[in-house]
Every structure is written in C-alpha cells, then in structure tokens.
C-alpha cells in the first residue's frame, strides 16, 4: 500500500476530489499554504494499493494545471522583513507536487 500525498491548487481541489470520489478512490483533504507564496493550496492524502497508484497520478494530472501567477509586493511592516520580496515576481505554480510514500500498516478502527 503506499500514501500519496499531493499538494494542489485551491482551484482544482473539487475538480480533482470529484474524480477520485468517481473513480471510487478515498482521500482526506487539508487546507495547507504554500511556504514560498504563502497563499493558500490544498493537500490530499490518499491511500492506495500499489497497483492503483498509476490510476490515482492520471486523475491527478488530469484535473490538475499549472498557472502563472503574480506576485505583488507587499509591505513587512507589521509583517515579517525576512520575507519581503520588493519587486513583483512571476511563478509558475505546478499543477500538483506528488509524493509517494510508501505505508508500513493501514488500519481503520
Ligand atoms: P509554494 O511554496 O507557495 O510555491 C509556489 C510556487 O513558487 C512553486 O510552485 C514554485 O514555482 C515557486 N517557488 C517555490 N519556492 C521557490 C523558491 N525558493 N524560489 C523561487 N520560486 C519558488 P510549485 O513548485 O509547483 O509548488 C507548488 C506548491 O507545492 C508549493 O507552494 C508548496 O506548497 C508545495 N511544494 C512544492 N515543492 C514542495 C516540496 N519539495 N515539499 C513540500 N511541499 C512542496
């Protein structure tokens, strides 16, 4: 069995937990943030067997894209100057970070 855990856009959250609940895969979703932009993304974790894995990365690539996306600057005051980035900076955030864990015991109680 192996865990896959997958860090995703707000945007393409309910696309992508719509085509696992079709697919009849299980997940749980956390609302998490980016370290880098700080703004909000959301991470699945999905339990799966070993030969479902595959199935499980094409919903994923499949309901995930990549956008630009705009940073402006903003003031630390009040705020944390370690972070401030005085110019705006354009990224391009993934459609989604996968990582695939491998699961030594899955029980559910
Ligand atoms: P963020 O950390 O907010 O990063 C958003 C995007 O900013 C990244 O997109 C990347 O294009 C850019 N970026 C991140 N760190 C950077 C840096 N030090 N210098 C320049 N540009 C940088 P993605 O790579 O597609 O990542 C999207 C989100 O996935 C990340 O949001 C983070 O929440 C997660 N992520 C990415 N790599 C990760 C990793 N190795 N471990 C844990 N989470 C990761």
Redesign the pocket.
Known sequence: MKLIIA???DKDSTRLSDGLVKADFRATKLS????????G?T?FLIGVDDDKVEDVMEIIQKNCR?RD?L?APVSPMGGNADSYVPYP?E???????V?VLPIEQFHQF
């Open positions: 860090v995703v856009q998490s943030t980016g370290g880098f932009l700080k703004a993304n991470t990549s996306q940073i900076v990224v391009e955030v993934g459609g989604a970070t990582f």
